[in-house]
């Protein structure tokens, strides 16, 4: 049973031949050009850690197909290797739009987000605050993957201890109203300030 507020998984090292294993058939998914077992030959790499796997997740991060360059920036994070860390920095802070104005690879970024945090890498925690106040304004605001994005932010920052964080998290905590405000039986307004 995964910890309440979800659980990241943990990298075990692979042996080198199952490490090829897994390499041989990601290139032999890559040929077939399919999304679904694209995803599904980098998924292994989640859980698995080996020093073969970083230079092809890194080319998969540019992979047009939000869900697979998703899948490997969740693989990055399990490697382990801090050497992605300012690739991973450039894809959160790029600017990715869409004709409607709305972000172009929000699955990819919030995995970003996510593998940074469980790096460790603390360069990442600017950009990151800056991705989620984002989150905060339109159209990002109404779009579906506003709340992705900004749950990935709070878990990089609870995963980076970050103290400048808790006033962005203190402006969303929703602020208490009452349910029929012109009822008589509603508390003072020193109840609602509190």
């Not at 040929?31 to 970083?54: C, G, Q």
Request: proline share 6%; hydrophobic share 40%; aromatic share 4%.
């Amino acid at each position: 049973k995964a910890p309440k507020g979800g659980g990241f998984p943990e990298g075990v090292e692979a042996s080198d031949e199952e490490a090829k294993k897994i390499l041989d058939g990601l290139k032999a998914t890559a040929a077939l050009k399919d999304e679904p077992k694209m995803v599904e030959a980098v998924t292994p790499m989640v859980t698995k850690r080996h020093k073969d796997f970083v230079p092809e997740l890194r080319k998969l991060l540019a992979d047009r197909r939000d869900r697979v360059s998703a899948e490997a920036a969740k693989a990055l994070g399990s490697q382990g290797d801090k050497a992605v860390a300012s690739l991973l920095l450039k894809l959160v802070a790029a600017e990715t739009k869409t004709r409607e104005g709305y972000m172009s690879n929000p699955d990819t970024k919030a995995a970003a987000v996510e593998a940074l945090g469980r790096l460790g890498e603390a360069k990442a925690l600017v950009p990151v605050r800056e991705l989620a106040a984002k989150m905060r304004v339109n159209p990002e605001v109404k779009a579906g993957y506003a709340k992705r994005i900004v749950r990935a932010c709070v878990r990089a920052f609870g995963l980076l201890k970050d103290k400048e964080s808790v006033s962005y998290l203190i402006d969303e905590v929703e602020q208490p109203v009452p349910k029929h405000p012109n009822s008589s039986t509603n508390p003072g307004a020193d109840y609602w300030k509190a």
